[in-house]
């Protein structure tokens, strides 16, 4: 075996899931936002994390504006 080898020489192509990469953070949910993304993830077989994920991915790709008004 070699003491060194060239890393950047042995793959030359970059990771094509690179981009979809997941970053862990921490964050407060309410509960019955959690309780809803639980129930609707039973419903279509994933974990409610991944749906939770799927949901803020298809925000933020669609450049979706939140519409609050406080009363």
Same mark, same amino acid.
């Given at each position: 075996?070699?003491?060194?080898? @060239? ?9 094509? +899931?690179?981009? $979809?990469?997941? *970053? %862990? ?6 509960? %019955?936002?959690?309780?809803?993304? *639980?129930? %609707? ?6 974990? +409610? %994390?991944? =749906?939770?994920?799927? +949901?803020?991915? @298809? ?7 939140? @519409? =609050?008004? $406080?009363?």
């Amino acid at each position: 075996m070699r003491e060194e080898y @060239d890393i950047e020489s042995l793959n030359p192509r970059r990771n094509p +899931y690179s981009k $979809w990469l997941k *970053k %862990q953070i921490t964050i407060n949910i309410n509960e %019955q936002a959690i309780a809803y993304f *639980k129930e %609707q993830a039973e419903e279509v077989g994933i974990p +409610y %994390q991944t =749906l939770i994920n799927l +949901y803020l991915t @298809d925000c933020a790709e669609k450049k979706r504006k939140l @519409d =609050l008004t $406080w009363k």
